[in-house]
């Protein structure tokens, strides 16, 4: 197949609108064939513990039987590699490189949110969803969810802090692939075919129908009940610099960029 064939693949960052990325594309391709594949999170957005481990394990296996018969994710790539068609849409909860297909020019996508409104709304979709369960499924949960359920935001930003060599940066880790590189807006650059932010979803929506050549309106739909409009609670600024200071500086270079 000539390389100059192309597949868009979306990274989809949780929490930052990436619904509506995957419905903005959809929308403006409509012919478009979409693969959702099972997450790739970084390590910056995996848990702790064999148990979340293998919960993720689970979930992936489960996905990839469901969607290609194979609980193998090199096969299920290769498989994708052979049936695609130009132009489909591949998305995920995964990290850039991932995606294993050899045959096509890859055009990556990726959308990013304020990362202290994205954390806080992260922190509400993990309290909702520990209040919706009853006591003896919420045994079960990942701690983080535990300590958003049980505690403030102010909580929830103290743990990630003191695990901060696992959960830093989440963005840069989906948006490099985990990637050491000197400046992660220069790789996003030079590796993207188009990018924009959540808070400037609009700029976002028509520079990329231009790409496309085809109109993709903005749509952005929150997904955490309670959520709209709620601003970040009361927070240790220091351990927030400490945590997502290289997700801060990303955001204000990509927010700069669109004017």
């Given at each position: ?44 957005d ?11 394990m ?16 090199s096969t299920?790539?290769?498989q994708?590699?052979?049936?695609a068609?130009?132009?489909?849409i ?8 991932v995606?294993q ?16 409104r994205?954390l ?42 003191k ?30 075919f ?66």
């Open positions: 197949m000539n390389q100059s064939s192309y597949l868009y693949v979306l990274v989809r960052i949780r929490k930052s609108g990436s619904q509506s990325l995957v419905e903005m594309m959809s929308s403006a391709l409509p012919a478009s064939r979409l693969y959702a594949m099972p997450p790739v999170p970084p390590t910056s995996l848990g702790i513990g064999w148990s979340e481990d293998f919960r993720q689970r979930s992936t296996k489960k996905r990839l039987w469901k969607l290609f018969r194979t609980l193998d994710y299920a790539w290769n994708l590699n052979s049936k068609t130009e132009g489909d591949v998305t995920g909860h995964f990290h850039h490189g995606p297909l050899p045959n096509w020019n890859l055009r990556y996508i990726t959308m990013v949110r304020d990362p202290v994205r806080f709304s992260e922190y509400l979709y993990y309290r909702e969803s520990f209040l919706d369960r009853n006591l003896w499924r919420r045994f079960y949960l990942a701690e983080r969810i535990k300590v958003a359920g049980t505690g403030s935001f102010n909580d929830y930003v103290g743990y990630l802090y695990h901060r060599d696992r959960f830093a940066n989440p963005a840069v880790g989906y948006i490099t692939g985990g990637k050491v590189v000197s400046d992660p807006y220069d790789f996003l650059c030079k590796n993207y188009h990018f924009g932010t959540l808070e400037k979803i609009g700029t976002f929506a028509e520079q990329l129908s231009m790409k496309l050549g085809s109109p993709s309106a903005p749509a952005w739909k929150n997904k955490t009940p309670g959520a709209t409009g709620k601003t970040p609670e009361e927070h240790d600024t220091g351990k927030i610099q400490s945590l997502l200071g290289k997700d801060i500086e990303l955001y204000e270079a990509i927010d700069r960029s669109l004017g």
